[in-house]
Nanobody
Framework: QVQLVESGGGSVQAGGSLRLSCAAS????????MAWFRQAPGKGREGVGS???????NYADSVKGRFTISKDNASFTLYLQMNNLKPEDTAMYYC?????????????????WGQGTQVTVSS
């Protein structure tokens, strides 16, 4: 069973930065496609970015140029560096994983999910 634990959320003013982390308990972490999703109150779950075993990445248009997804295979950790944050980035952020290469940000295609970490951006 794969377990994902997010950390690093918090409150920040617009224009600020945060770095989210996701610790994964899976020995074959390097072969997984990992992703970040977010969900704001009253809205559906939105894909933010994904990264595969070849370190290819995919981002939602709304975060391109501001967010960077990365991973450390040695420590089984996924990261999301968020810069120039905007109030509309306020949401619960979730880490997700699937055991094959596919960068599509369709939440239904991901098998494992963390509990989420809250990000709040004030204007």
């Amino acid at each position: 069973q794969v377990q994902l634990v997010e950390s690093g959320g918090g409150s920040v003013q617009a224009g600020g930065s945060l770095r989210l982390s996701c610790a994964a308990s899976v020995a074959t972490f390097s072969s997984y496609t990992m992703a970040w999703f977010r969900q704001a109150p009253g809205k559906g779950r939105e894909g933010v970015g994904s990264i595969d075993s070849y370190v290819h990445t995919n981002y939602a248009d709304s975060v391109k140029g501001r967010f960077t997804i990365s991973k450390d295979n040695a420590s089984f950790t996924l990261y999301l560096q968020m810069n120039n944050l905007k109030p509309e980035d306020t949401a619960m952020y979730y880490c997700a994983a699937k055991p094959y290469n596919n960068l599509a940000l369709n939440p239904l295609s991901f098998d494992y999910w963390g509990q989420g970490t809250q990000v709040t951006v004030s204007s």
